[in-house]
């Protein structure tokens, strides 16, 4: 069963064919970063735009790359939520057409679903039940994971997302777009003793998230600092901000691990990328004696792989997801512990 998965939530267009038993046949992807940088952010319709332009030359790429003929396709994935509206709209449209004219089964994938699953893209998989840390630019959450659609929320974000705070604090130090990346790098010039930051809800005893403090924190420490910011005063903020929000992230997936009294962990979404916070959470993770699991880095962020990855896991779990009517709908917020079973 080969299956085309394709991601247009956001600002990644991605397309992937997978086939269970053989793996991942052949992906394309194309970033948006270059086209909304000028803009510091996403611009909806303009992510819009730009997936309807290269949903299908990247297809044909994945096809060719897979050497394969579109008639091989027997199902298609898409993603249905969360995301922007108008860019799951192309998603949607084009795999529900694209299924129509095959004559094939489709089916809607939960973006975050999808990103849970990536680590068992890897060479190295976790098995199940683990608990797993998704880590993304709008979501930070922790689940126990029994299975394909078996998930139980432990903690979620209250308010901005780990990945909100970058960008935001980014945004602040006047870096560029996306901000992630910019702020893991500039702190690792920084001195970890000038700015100590809050720990939001370090000592909740829950499992929950809180990250605009943390972003209202960095603005009165650059407010402070003056109108120009030198390169090591903007150093030592982006290490006291990056020390902070790691240090929240890995005290609250260790203590999801002791609640759950599981010893595997999945990190998932574009922060899992970031250094600091991979090797403060193997260290973590070595003093209790549990596994720490990554996707491989280019399946971190968007990605069509994981579609059709999720996808492929779904339609052999669940047959009856299978959908053969091809009138389609979005689910712009989409809570990921509601998507259980079929």
């Not at 683990?130 to 929320?153: K, N, P, W």
Request: with cysteine; aromatic share 6%; charged share 20%.
């Amino acid at each position: 069963m080969i299956v085309l998965g394709i991601e247009s939530s956001c600002d990644e267009t991605g397309l992937a064919l997978y086939e269970p038993g053989k793996g991942l046949l052949a992906h394309a992807l194309h970033s948006q970063v270059a086209l909304h940088a000028e803009y510091g952010g996403v611009v909806p319709e303009l992510a819009s735009r730009d997936h309807i332009r290269r949903a299908l030359p990247l297809l044909q790429q994945a096809l060719t790359q897979a050497g394969i003929a579109p008639a091989a396709i027997d199902a298609v994935a898409f993603t249905q939520g969360p995301g922007l509206a108008g860019a799951l709209l192309v998603g949607a449209s084009i795999g529900c057409s694209l299924a129509l004219a095959l004559d094939k089964p489709v089916i809607g994938i939960h973006h975050l679903e999808a990103h849970l699953l990536s680590p068992l893209l890897s060479a190295n998989p976790p098995a199940f039940p683990f608990v797993a840390l998704l880590v993304s630019g709008g979501h930070t959450q922790l689940m126990r994971v029994d299975g394909v659609g078996e998930y139980t929320l432990l903690g979620d974000t209250l308010d901005d997302a780990a990945g909100e705070a970058f960008d935001k604090s980014a945004k602040l130090l006047g870096l560029g777009y996306p901000g992630g990346p910019e702020v893991s790098k500039l702190a690792d010039s920084g001195d970890p003793t000038v700015h100590h930051l809050p720990r939001p809800m370090l000592h909740s005893k829950d499992l929950n998230f809180s990250f605009s403090g943390l972003k209202t924190a960095v603005l009165t420490v650059v407010r402070k600092q003056g109108e120009t910011l030198a390169p090591q005063q903007k150093a030592d903020i982006a290490r006291g901000f990056v020390e902070s929000i790691v240090e929240v992230l890995v005290a609250k997936s260790m203590a999801a691990l002791k609640q759950t009294g599981l010893r595997r962990l999945v990190v998932s979404g574009g922060v899992g990328a970031n250094r600091q916070l991979r090797a403060a959470l193997d260290a973590a993770a070595a003093k209790r004696r549990c596994q720490v699991f990554y996707p491989e880095m280019e399946f971190c962020t968007d990605n069509g792989a994981m579609i059709a990855f999720a996808g492929a896991m779904r339609l052999q779990k669940y047959p009856d997801a299978a959908r053969h009517d091809y009138a389609f709908d979005i689910k712009p917020r989409w809570p990921l512990d509601m998507v259980c079973g079929a």
